[in-house]
């Protein structure tokens, strides 16, 4: 099983970003998704996750500004991310399974700049 993440960068703050994670080897459409991100010096939070079934849930932190998504005819997850502030700025990573999880991707950059 391998978990791609993708997409992330430098951005403004305000700006918007879009990660993709493409699952090989999994049954994606059996399984949720899930993005986290740690920053340096913090723990490992839940950003958001989605279930097989479409059911989405996000951290109070970023609720109205992210939104995560799937394509079961692409086997990929994406984190939709807009009104970015500095705060957000972390190490992004996507992992399958709504509360476990059993592979992770290797993580995309997320910078912001005030």
């Known amino acids: 099983v391998q978990l791609q993440a993708s997409g992330g960068g430098l951005v403004q703050a305000g700006g918007s970003l879009r990660l993709s994670c493409a699952a090989s080897g999994l049954a994606f459409s059996s399984r949720g998704m899930g993005w986290y991100r740690q920053a340096p010096g913090k723990q490992r939070e839940l950003v958001a996750r989605i279930s097989s079934g479409g059911w989405r849930d996000y951290a109070d932190s970023v609720k109205g500004r992210f939104t995560i998504s799937r394509d079961n005819t692409k086997n990929t997850a994406y984190l939709q991310m807009s009104a970015l502030k500095p705060d957000d700025t972390a190490v992004y990573y996507c992992?399958?399974?709504?509360?476990?999880?059993?592979?992770w991707g290797q993580g995309t950059q997320v910078t912001v700049s005030s």
């Open positions: 992992t399958d399974g709504w509360s476990q999880h059993n592979y």
